[in-house]
């Protein structure tokens, strides 16, 4: 059948209460390194947004980047929410993706 990648949508955040920024990718622990270590100019590295908080995995990178849509289209709070659901600590979720 198809040979489809794998998607996952994330919340980045930079500290509690924080700037957030939600991404999709099809290699979430590569995605998220780059993003600790700054290796793309952009809004997460100019505002040191490096720790992840959320995110969701998917079948398809094509349903992932619709999630991405919804999750965009949200409301702050709403995004805080998926935060405070998955993780209420605020803790870097990197590590426990390696």
């Given amino acids: 059948m198809s040979n489809e990648k794998r998607g ?4 980045l955040f930079n500290k509690r209460n924080g700037v957030l920024y939600t991404g999709v990718t099809s290699d979430l622990v ?3 390194y ?3 270590h700054k290796l793309r100019e952009g809004f997460t ?3 040191g947004i490096d720790k992840l908080g959320y995110y969701e995995v998917y079948g398809s990178i094509v349903s992932a980047i619709e999630r991405e849509k919804q999750i965009k289209g949200g409301s702050r709070k709403k995004k805080m ?3 405070e659901r998955m993780n209420p600590e605020w803790k ?3 590590d ?3």
Avoid: F, G, Q, T
Avoid at 8 to 11: D, K, L, Q, S
């Fill in 92 to 94: 870097d979720l990197y």
């Fill in 45 to 47: 590295s100019k505002y």
């Fill in 8 to 11: 996952y949508v994330y919340i």
């Fill in 34 to 36: 780059e993003h600790k």
């Fill in 81 to 83: 929410a998926l935060i």
């Fill in 30 to 32: 590569k995605r998220v």
């Fill in 96 to 98: 426990s993706i390696l």
